[in-house]
């Protein structure tokens, strides 16, 4: 019988070195590759046939709800088991949902990962007892209290917006165009603001709580809260021209103070919110960098079928509009008329 064939993945060289003592004591198993971020993860997965992936989701460069559905699309025979330190039961829902045989907690015994493996490798569902214990409270409870995030600053968003798309320190200065030095000070802030203390945790507490990328319409120097209020709308505003949407975002505010506005410069970004917040609305340029604002339709609409999608553009074309239109958006619109009456009209129309 041919062993099976185990990558670990895991930022963190100690914890590799505890996984792979554990594994060892297990016959049949031959680890092939251990890899410490996303992309290195997809490369060794392109280059090797393997039967059980063992991977922290909370690595640097890898977005876990849409790698794990990606992993398993490609491979689907492909067992998949996460070793986390996070016992948040919306986290483990949200990556059963997409794939994953198993949910191990960091801090249960090593035998239990042994036992993980065996049931995992057996074609059962393996969740720790602590998860298992707080998803049966949650049933018989109902809903949890929905958690109150910390209100960030527009600043303090943009930073991890950034830290999301992997820039390091240095990337992210040249971006904001502010020094090296004033970056590591926002970043220090915007750690003790999460509650976090690096800048995986803070990617792990985005990933748990997508939501707080949000601005709302007060963050917008609202004033009213006109036709809607009560109801809810998220909004998705795609523009690789920061002052552009931070131009709508408060085009947008000014009458809808409920609004939770999230904002994107490019497709995979774009991508990344609409499938974990599920927006009512998504304005997106036709125009990004080096990117097709049509192609980010299709790609949005593929992830939450229920966006509304309008593209705008500053060169209104008939071919655009074609495209744009069977792409799934459901109008087309100059940017030279985007004023407060169109952007009311589009927002009611998402409202229903």
């Known amino acids: 019988m041919s062993p099976t064939r185990v990558i670990l993945a895991d930022d963190h060289e100690i914890v590799r070195a505890g996984l792979r003592n554990a594994l060892l004591e297990l016959a049949n198993l031959d680890i092939v590759a251990e890899v410490g971020t996303g992309p290195d993860l997809m490369t060794v997965l392109a280059s090797h046939p393997i039967d059980l992936l063992i991977v922290d989701v909370a690595m640097p460069d890898f977005e876990p709800i849409g790698a794990v559905r990606q992993i398993k699309a490609q491979h689907p025979a492909l067992k998949i088991l996460v070793v986390s330190a996070y016992a948040d039961e919306a986290y483990l829902v949200g990556l059963l949902d997409v794939g994953v045989d198993g949910y191990h907690l960091k801090d249960q015994p090593l035998a239990d990962l042994q036992l993980a493996v065996q049931r995992v490798l057996a074609g059962d569902r393996w969740i720790s ?91 917008s120097d609202a004033k009213v809260a006109e036709p809607g209020a009560g109801k809810s709308l998220s909004v998705l505003l795609v523009d690789d021209n920061p002052r552009y949407r931070q131009q709508l975002s408060r085009m947008i505010g000014k009458t809808y103070a409920f609004a939770l506005l999230y904002e994107a410069d490019d497709v995979s970004e774009a991508v990344r919110l609409a499938e974990s917040v599920k927006p009512n609305l998504a304005l997106i340029d036709v125009v990004l960098t080096d990117e097709d604002g049509i192609y980010c339709t299709r790609r949005v609409k593929a992830v939450s079928p229920a966006t509304r999608v309008v593209l705008i553009s500053a060169y209104p074309d008939r071919e655009f509009h074609r495209l744009g239109l069977n792409a799934g958006a459901v109008a087309f619109l100059d940017k030279k008329d985007l004023d407060a009456a169109a952007v009311r009209q589009v927002i009611d129309d998402a409202l229903g």
């Open 129 to 219: 007892g602590p998860l298992v214990e707080r998803l049966l409270h949650r049933r018989s409870t109902g809903p949890l209290p929905a958690l109150s995030l910390p209100q960030l600053t527009r600043r303090q968003r943009e930073l991890l917006r950034l830290l999301a798309q992997g820039h390091d320190n240095r990337k992210i200065a040249q971006t904001t165009g502010l020094s090296v030095k004033t970056i590591e000070n926002h970043l220090t802030r915007l750690y003790r603001s999460l509650g976090v203390y690096s800048r995986s945790e803070a990617l792990s507490y985005l990933m748990r709580h997508p939501e707080i990328l949000a601005a709302t319409g007060q963050d």
